[in-house]
T-cell receptor, first 111, second 116 residues
Framework: QKEVEQNSGPLSVPEGAIASLNCTYS??????FFWYRQYSGKSPELIMS????GDKEDGRFTAQLNKASQYVSLLIRDSQPSDSATYLC???????????FGTGTRLTIIP | NAGVMQNPRHLVRRRGQEARLRCSPM?????VYWYRQLPEEGLKFMVY????????ESGMPKERFSAEFPKEGPSILRIQQVVRGDSAAYFC??????????????FGEGSRLTVL
């Protein structure tokens, strides 16, 4: 059973629209949640972290966490072509330094 | 360049040879992680090290793979007797070790291993 699940996509969104990326996790002991962006052939880059229930906003990005539903999402407002990438959801379990990653959602912003 | 440095960026080996991948963490970072990424797959944790200590190697295959982070010098991921299934991108990441920031990793550009 996968511990972190994401829709692999591809997800296509028109430029200027809101892109919504979703992630579910299986372990209720999960403590911290992260979104990494990975351009093709490049390294992952942290774009958002969220630790408590609710919303966290940073510029055009909003992370949403619902621990009761074991669900974390990333919203990208005013999507730009430069947002086209694979978005990796990652979870850190309590007492454990390592991250468990989902397989990623490939996002394409259509000009 | 103060980022995580990995080398080589690309490595080609024949089956049965050894591969050595090196990683220098960001300045001031004492924690190093190695992840493997197969084509079209997510990142899989391999090992977490601090200077001279392996903290968590639960993701390392039991045979042929080893890792170290010596007191001086880079962290090294060593793969002995490589097989075609070892072909992947190997990413190193580092963190400052502040538990409040656990999970906020800085990744290197990766080492892409191809086994012929």
């Amino acid at each position: 059973q996968k511990e972190v699940e994401q829709n692999s996509g591809p997800l296509s969104v028109p430029e200027g629209a809101i892109a919504s990326l979703n992630c579910t996790y299986s372990d209720r002991g999960s403590q911290s949640f992260f979104w990494y962006r990975q351009y093709s052939g490049k390294s992952p880059e942290l774009i958002m972290s969220i630790y408590s229930n609710g919303d966290k906003e940073d510029g055009r990005f909003t992370a949403q966490l619902n621990k009761a539903s074991q669900y974390v999402s990333l919203l990208i407002r005013d999507s730009q072509p430069s947002d086209s990438a694979t978005y990796l959801c990652a979870v850190n379990y309590f007492g454990n330094e390592k991250l468990t990653f989902g397989t990623g959602t490939r996002l394409t912003i259509i000009p | 360049n103060a980022g995580v440095m990995q080398n080589p960026r690309h490595l080609v080996r024949r089956r049965g040879q050894e591969a050595r991948l090196r990683c220098s963490p960001m300045k001031g970072h004492s924690h190093v992680y190695w992840y493997r990424q197969l084509p079209e797959e997510g990142l899989k944790f391999m090992v977490y090290l601090q200077k001279e200590n392996i903290i968590d190697e639960s993701g390392m295959p039991k045979e042929r793979f080893s890792a170290e982070f010596p007191k001086e010098g880079p962290s090294i991921l060593r793969i002995q007797q490589v097989v075609r299934g070892d072909s992947a991108a190997y990413f190193c990441a580092s963190s400052p070790g502040d538990r409040g920031q656990a999970g906020e990793l800085f990744f290197g550009e990766g080492s892409r291993l191809t086994v012929l």
